[in-house]
């Protein structure tokens, strides 16, 4: 067990965080503003791997330009879920269990969808890097991962400028706060719940691109969204910068478990962490969470 | 009183499918009940169509084995039909979509059974459903023939008999596993090996098990033995620790997609070794590896799509379909040419039980697109069929056979 | 009667016990769990592993399966109750992957991926349902009790609830113990069915599928909860004409309601014991009915 062995399993650790951090700033962002876990992002994210899958592998198109390709899909991808899943539950004023409900259905829902169209073969992504990795002495660095990490930071600080720094922000926080007052001072609070949809699916287009990339395409990819409601949690529901944190958290434990004790009692290890973790710092990494009633 | 009327007109449902429950009345019927069960003695008339079915998933994760094989299937069937059928009468094939269920498989089984009055019924390649069914088949009567490799699928673990109406039409993944096993140890003179297998997969497990037994029995020793399940796609741990132990070869047992990103992920991580796969390294595998040098790969071959046998079938869909066939399109062929060589021989192939004790006993050299296959009685699964040994050249375009091993 | 219909009444009754079984915990009292399948499949390993490893009769084994799921909801449930309620789901939902976990690493008891196969058939069509109905009947006297309108505080205001001097977190630990015995029971029901399980049948798309259909009948009706298990069961073997787009169409189907109408089928809709026990008779009479019925 040398020091080479320990910094590339770490490496590896901080790679499927990265992953998972992609897919945890969508999904954090529709928690923090509509307070209610988005299981359809996974459907989201499986339809644009196939997007992805589209523009780089069938029309060939660079990889630049295709994951921008991926966004736009994603984010129309998202005002359609909306429609379909979520909008008549606001008419409604149905308690927030209903679009986790709601939600898992439609994920279910896209993900089928693409089974009918494309489920004869699978699919795969060309590769983004002509040299795949980044060698340091014996530790190796995938280029994809440092990307996706990267990427996903950038997003990050994008969409909290957004939120923070805009007045469409502003809204978008107001919203989240209480709907119905927001209403009441002159918002469209209806407009701003599906614009936040609209960059949620943004992400969500650039995770399934990039998740199609790293793992080939195929219509149940979406259910890694499972990853970001726990990186959610552990960084503090509600807060964007706090899911990377528990995402990448969640991602080296995963890999130190395995290490020591081997992947399939992982799981139960997992759940006994996240448990402690609960209960003793149930307000997440970043320290914030939505107060639920008193 | 909308509710009431919406409730009235459910329960008047669900009175309607118990009406059906006639009298039978015994208390406890199992799973296909034995008593009130008859073997489907056909009611078609003397030349009415023959009825087979198939039970396969095509529309969750297994749907493009599934898909593949409806296609294999369908192929035959027409092929049979255009040369005049079955001694004179039509084949007609049903298709169900299991999802990948075994409660879906067994109730789309008795479907089969009793309301289509199938007479022969090709399974889902899934092993956990090839043991659900395997008493179901046994209390109807109607054979399941396919392609679950696991052996406990036709071995009845506790009698050690074979379960009586289910046949393996391809060699099972003991006698797969032991066949490049073999190889591993004799052709690439492999000293020490590491496991990658899917934990969560019995088809992978029960693989990696005789793998193991094989290379021990002969003095190889086994330096790591690593999982991962299904769902995961990042192997990299599991990877890296394996290369630390520095094996001469990886064995990595699971399906297409896994198999890819396992060895793109150890070559990236930089491991030059060989790596040593079982039967699903064919296409897609090559296409999912793209960008990555494809060498020091030795796999299982069971459906050479080049060979004189299969060419005709890996043609066929490929002009049909626009891509490369999955071993699958073949499986399905041939589970359809297996049952149609007992219906042929059959006296009344209505009688499920007599086409079973044909598929039994007479499924000698039947002509199939991966060759001659025979069935042995004992077991219900292929005797003396091999398989290839294969590589793929660098560029993952063309796979060359190396060697033949038969069980 | 045609193995095909009672395999359809088989598979739809075992959903509907699920379902039920969530009842009083997701519909009453308003915790959401992705890990009732996780008690299922304790139910049903456990019995199992009496009867193919222990070569014990039914009845014990199912009793020690049931009495096994509520060890460890106790044990589970002692720590996660404190949690808010969707630390809950969440918790419970890795509850469910950590059960198949260790499924799958004692895999010489358990058979691992494989699963536990050649598992008698003690267990036919008739036991199931009847089971069924006994235990709607018994979630039904859950509901009606003063322990149900508790569950009922608690899922509508638990700071009202506690201020009214309910024990919260004892009484969530009951439900939660109720509810997953129940579920044991279902999963001992189904491993002397179908006498092969394994680990993946009881996965968290499982659990969700329970909570899915509790949600389509109207978590407020139990009634709404049999009938939706029921129809969702059955409705992907009339949908079969579409192949492929079955699961499509099931899904816009459940997504219709639950956007459309939210309360669920039922609504608030609720059979009165009575109502139940003259359908009980009413289908009794059916069943024993002549021998003029053909298949």
């Known amino acids: 067990m040398n020091v080479t062995f320990l910094i590339q399993q770490l490496i590896n650790g901080l790679s499927r965080g990265a992953v998972y951090a992609l897919i945890a700033v969508g999904f954090a962002l529709i928690f923090s503003v509509l307070k209610f876990s988005n299981f359809g992002h996974g459907g989201l994210i499986s339809v644009s791997a196939f997007a992805g899958y589209f523009f780089a592998g069938v029309l060939k198109f660079n990889p630049v330009v295709s994951v921008i390709l991926s966004a736009v899909v994603g984010a129309l991808l998202g005002v359609l879920l909306d429609f379909i899943a979520f909008k008549n539950l606001r008419k409604h004023k149905s308690p927030s269990i209903y679009y986790f409900v709601s939600s898992i259905t439609a994920g279910i829902l896209f993900m089928n969808v693409l089974t009918i169209f494309f489920g004869t073969t699978f699919y795969s992504i060309p590769p983004f890097f002509s040299q795949p990795t980044i060698n340091l002495g014996n530790i190796i660095i995938a280029k994809l991962d440092a990307t996706i990490f990267i990427v996903c930071s950038v997003l990050l600080a994008a969409v909290m400028l957004v939120i923070n720094k805009t007045s469409l922000g502003l809204a978008l926080r107001a919203v989240s706060m209480d709907a119905d007052t927001a209403k009441l001072m002159g918002m469209n609070s209806n407009a701003v719940v599906t614009f936040t949809f609209l960059i949620a699916g943004m992400l969500a287009g650039v995770s399934g691109i990039f998740l199609g990339a790293n793992f080939t395409v195929d219509p149940f990819i979406g259910n890694m969204v499972a990853k970001g409601f726990i990186a959610s949690v552990v960084g503090g529901l509600g807060s964007l910068p706090g899911s990377i944190a528990g995402a990448l958290m969640l991602g080296v434990i995963e890999v130190i478990l395995t290490t020591a004790c081997g992947d399939i009692i992982t799981p139960a290890l997992i759940f006994v962490f996240m448990l402690i973790f609960l209960l003793i710092r149930p307000q997440g990494i970043s320290g914030k969470f939505i107060q639920e009633k008193a | ?407 | 009667m045609s193995s095909f219909l009672l395999s359809l009444i088989t598979f739809s009754a075992i959903t509907v016990i699920g379902v039920v079984s969530i009842f009083p915990l997701t519909g009453l009292t308003g915790l959401f769990s992705f890990g009732q399948a996780a008690y299922m499949a304790i139910g049903a390993y456990v019995a199992g592993i009496c009867a193919v490893q222990l070569n014990m009769t039914v009845i014990p084994c199912i009793l020690i399966g049931v009495l096994t799921a509520g060890l460890v909801s106790i044990i589970i449930g002692i720590p996660t109750l404190k949690l808010r309620t969707d630390y809950f789901a969440l918790i419970s939902m890795c509850l469910g992957e950590a059960i198949t976990a260790i499924l799958r690493k004692f895999s010489t008891v358990t058979g691992g991926a494989g699963g536990l196969s050649n598992i008698p058939n003690y267990v036919g069509t008739t036991a199931i349902v009847i089971s069924a109905i006994v235990i709607i009947a018994i979630v039904a006297c859950f509901k009606n009790s003063s322990f149900g309108r508790m569950s009922l505080a608690i899922k509508n205001d638990e700071l009202a609830a506690k201020s009214f001097g309910i024990n919260v977190y004892s009484h969530k630990l009951k439900v939660y113990l109720f509810t997953s015995m129940i579920a044991g029971y279902c999963g001992g029901l189904y491993a002397f069915y179908i006498r092969f399980i394994d680990p993946s049948m009881f996965g968290w798309t499982k659990s969700s599928e329970w909570v899915i259909f509790l949600f389509f009948g109207g978590i407020n009706s139990l009634t709404g909860s049999v009938i939706s298990a029921i129809l969702l069961s059955v409705l992907p073997e009339f949908l079969r004409f579409a192949t492929e787009a079955r699961i499509v169409m099931y899904s816009i189907l459940i997504l219709l309601v639950i956007n459309f109408r939210p309360q669920g089928l039922l609504g608030e809709y609720e059979l009165s014991l009575e109502s139940i026990k003259k359908l009980f008779h009413k289908s009794k009479k059916l069943q024993g009915g002549g021998n003029n019925g053909t298949t």
Request: glycine share 8%.
């Open chain 2, 1 to 407: 009183m909308k509710k009431r009327g919406l409730l009235a007109a459910l329960l008047a449902v669900i009175m309607i499918l118990t009406a059906g429950c006639s009298s039978e009345g015994k208390s406890s019927t199992p799973v296909g009940s034995q008593n009130s069960n008859a073997p489907s003695i056909g009611k078609t008339s003397e030349g009415g169509d023959i009825i087979i079915g198939t039970l396969l998933d095509t529309s969750a994760s297994m749907a493009a084995a599934g898909k593949a094989t409806v296609w294999g299937a369908d192929y035959a069937v027409k092929e049979i039909n255009d040369a005049g059928g079955i001694n004179g009468r039509k084949l007609k094939i049903i298709h169900y979509d299991v999802k990948g269920d075994p409660n879906e498989s067994i109730t789309a089984y008795n479907r089969l059974v009793d309301q289509d009055k199938a007479v022969a019924v090709v399974g889902p390649g899934l092993s956990n459903i090839g043991i659900a069914l395997a008493p179901v088949a046994e209390d109807k009567k109607v054979p399941i023939v396919s392609h679950f490799m696991d052996e406990r699928a036709t071995t009845n673990e506790k009698t050690k008999a074979a379960w009586k109406y289910i046949y393996l039409a391809e060699p099972s993944c003991n006698q797969q596993a032991e066949a490049i096993a073999a190889y591993s140890v004799e052709k690439l003179n492999v000293k020490t090996v590491a496991i990658l297998y899917d934990s969560s997969n019995a088809y992978s497990t029960t693989h990696a098990i005789p793998y193991q037994k094989y290379v021990e029995s002969k003095g190889v020793k086994v330096v790591a033995s690593e999982s991962f399940t299904s769902d995961a796609k990042d192997y990299k741990a599991q990877l890296t620790k394996i290369i630390s132990t520095k094996p001469d070869a990886i064995f990595v047992p699971a399906y297409a997609q896994q198999n890819a990103l396992a060895y793109k992920q150890a070559r990236e991580l930089g491991y030059t070794g060989l790596i040593i796969g079982n039967n699903t390294y064919s296409a897609p595998f090559n296409t999912l590896v793209q960008g990555t040098p494809i060498s020091n790969l030795f796999f299982i071959y069971n459906v050479d799509f080049q060979s004189a046998n299969t060419k005709f079938l890996g043609d066929a869909y490929k002009s049909a379909n626009g891509t490369d066939p999955l071993p699958n399109v073949a499986f399905g062929y041939d589970n359809v040419k297996i049952i149609a060589n007992a219906l042929k021989l059959a006296k009344n192939p209505n009688d499920s039980v007599e086409v079973n004790s044909l598929i039994e006993t007479k499924t000698t050299a039947v002509k199939t697109s991966s060759g001659p296959i025979t069935i042995d009685p004992t077991t219900h699964r292929p005797s003396g069929m091999g398989v290839f040994i294969a590589k793929w050249d660098e560029s993952g375009k063309k796979i060359s056979l190396l060697d033949y091993y038969k069980s």
